[in-house]
């Protein structure tokens, strides 16, 4: 019997032997290959150290610190999670930001996105030169710098402001609207302003890859009965274009949970009755203004979950297209 | 090689017919509606974009004039010029601004190319340990804002004294995620034979690099190019620079607007010196920055 038992533990502590040094094999391995490699760490270590410094280590530093009360006058101090329960509890504006974060978010999210793929697809039937004049056009607003400003002038309170000019005019309203100041229309006018900046990136991607996708299968489709061009977008067109969808994805997510440039610049910092607050002004505020620092990275590491989750589900719903 | 498939492509032209022939599953009627409806939506589009062009042109009394027009009928550069006369006497001068913002955003863009590309290169060509690792980390970090990491950022750049600084600016910019990862999806497309044979002629990594690689990811240079620019050229750089001389136009551009009714005309100036200069980049680098932007598409 002893000697039964005797020998798994043999058995065991062979296989777990075995473990190890293959374990410990494929490190060596590795360590080999690496130093085989010497050079390719040399190529990249310059952007992987300033990449390091720039965007994981605040990332960690971000979520460290959002665990303490810290003003950069004295030493962090720790005080769990009271940072992270004030602000859901106790913080009504956070809450406000939130709210305004997520509305804009998702308007102008999937909207931005489905718009930059509509135009890409429709601009794609037009013949070569159109079409780039066409991408100038759409594309123009989003790398136009601070153009959106222009805006308030059109939105501007007083009866010269255009659009109130226009609606007196028609006879539509007989008083001129605070646009920017009256909190009921703050954020529709900045989602309309965000939805004009949001032929971006992931405009250009899908330009791109709209010209990428293999003529012989759109002929193919034409055989086997394809009839008009909304079954031709989605058996042949979109799954082809499944890697540039993701990609834009990301851009306009990224974007949309990021705003706080637009709503700063239209309805001015902080706003009336804090109307058109995000997450990140609210983050400027407490980072910037008042130097709690401890605070701003709750709200930091908040946001940063926000956008990480909300890429991961959006990406798993991609992967579905046209299957 | 190059130039030699060049000479070939004037030689023989490729003749497309101006209207292509059309689709065998389009209706007319739709091919209609669309080209309206585009051409509607593009008008709706460039309109903020023209009505700023047009009123940095217009002289001080058609500004506010009522009803707006949208062109300006005796158009001058005298708002232009405003700038430099009238700002010309301020204590930092316009000229300051446009030279901070000229500046850093021509060396964090050079810098950010050459970073960028040397890390792509290898992540694109060589299979090490950490390589794919590090490539999702990366792509991991194209999904959040700046936003997100400015604080600890701040933190760390005052640790460094580069607080009220150019580098503040310039140093994050050259670690930008987005460079990276198109500029290593564009070079997957380059041909590893390319590189094996110039191995075989004696070259190491270093002249494959610069010699091989980088004169023939061109297009991918001028997409780099394009966002690095838009990013530091807009750059508000409020949060990390204090010092007034050595803030960007951005910044300039939001004092003028906030200068009032009087200073109209020059704010629309700035605002168009600001928003020209990324858009003309792009219109003449459009078709490289699509042929790289064909390659941008994130597989799992």
């Known amino acids: ?323 | 090689m190059a130039k030699k498939q060049k000479k070939q492509v004037e030689e023989k032209p490729y003749k497309k017919p101006i209207i292509k022939k059309r689709k065998p599953n389009r209706s007319i009627a739709g091919d209609i509606a669309l080209y309206v409806f585009l051409v509607l939506v593009a008008l709706i589009m460039a309109f903020p974009i023209i009505y700023a062009v047009s009123s940095a042109l217009k002289p001080l009394d058609e500004l506010f004039k009522f009803p707006p027009r949208i062109f300006a009928q005796h158009p001058t550069l005298d708002n232009f010029s405003d700038l430099f006369v009238t700002m010309g006497k301020s204590w930092v001068t316009f000229s300051r601004y446009l030279f901070n913002t000229v500046f850093i955003t021509f060396v964090g863009t050079a810098g950010h190319l050459i970073i960028a590309s040397m890390g792509a290169f290898v992540l694109a060509k060589y299979e090490f340990p950490g390589n794919e690792a590090f490539f999702k980390l990366v792509t991991v970090a194209m999904m959040f804002t700046g936003y997100v990491t400015q604080i600890p950022n701040y933190l760390i750049l005052n640790k460094l004294g580069w607080i009220d600084t150019y580098w503040s600016i310039i140093i994050p910019a050259f670690a930008s995620p987005m460079g990276l990862f198109l500029m290593k999806q564009f070079m997957e497309g380059l041909p590893t034979s390319l590189i094996e044979a110039a191995k075989i002629d004696g070259a190491n990594e270093w002249r494959v690099f610069y010699q091989i690689v980088m004169p023939n990811v061109k297009p991918a240079w001028m997409t780099l190019i394009i966002f690095s620019v838009q990013a530091l050229w807009n750059n508000k750089a409020s949060t990390y620079i204090y010092s007034e001389e050595r803030k960007t136009l951005v910044y300039a551009l939001q004092q003028i607007q906030a200068g009032g009714i009087a200073r109209t005309g020059q704010g629309a100036a700035v605002l168009v010196v600001v928003m020209v200069v990324p858009i003309l980049i792009f219109v003449f680098s459009e078709s490289q920055i699509l042929e790289t932007m064909a390659s941008s598409g994130l597989k799992d």
């Open chain 1, 1 to 323: 019997m002893s000697t039964n038992t005797a020998t798994v533990d043999a058995k065991n502590m062979t296989t777990l032997q075995k473990y190890f040094t293959l374990r410990k094999h494929e490190a060596g391995v590795a360590w080999k290959k690496a130093k085989a490699r010497k050079m390719c760490y040399l190529f990249l270590a310059p952007y992987a150290i300033l990449f390091c410094m720039f965007y994981v280590f605040p990332v960690v530093a971000s979520i460290y610190y959002s665990f303490t009360y810290y003003n950069i006058l004295e030493p962090p101090r720790f005080i769990g999670l009271s940072n992270y329960i004030s602000l859901i509890l106790e913080d009504d504006i956070f809450l406000i930001g939130i709210k305004n974060t997520f509305m804009i978010a998702i308007i102008t999210g999937p909207l931005g996105y489905i718009l930059s793929f509509l135009f890409a697809w429709l601009i794609n039937e037009l013949p070569r030169w159109v079409r780039s004049v066409a991408v100038i056009v759409f594309y123009a607003p989003s790398i136009a710098g601070n153009c959106y400003v222009i805006f308030s002038v059109f939105f501007r309170g007083d009866a010269y402001g255009y659009v109130n000019a226009f609606l007196m005019n028609i006879g539509v309203i007989d008083t001129p609207i605070l646009w920017l100041i009256n909190p009921t229309y703050m954020l529709p006018i900045c989602m309309l302003v965000i939805l004009w900046m949001s032929l971006g990136t992931g405009f250009l991607s899908f330009v791109a890859g709209l010209q990428g996708v293999d003529k012989s299968q759109f002929e193919a489709g034409y055989m086997d009965g394809i009839k008009n061009r909304w079954q031709e977008l989605w058996y042949i067109t979109l799954p082809n274009m499944k890697p540039m969808l993701m990609f834009g994805a990301v851009m306009s997510i990224t974007q949309a949970f990021g705003v706080c440039d637009v709503t700063m610049a239209l309805c001015g910092y902080p706003s009336t009755d804090y109307a058109a607050r995000t997450i990140v002004t609210h983050l400027f505020d407490y980072g910037f203004s008042r130097f709690e620092m401890g605070y701003a990275c709750a709200i930091a590491t908040i946001l940063f979950l926000i956008m990480i989750l909300c890429n991961k589900a959006i990406q798993s719903l991609l992967r579905r297209v046209g299957t």
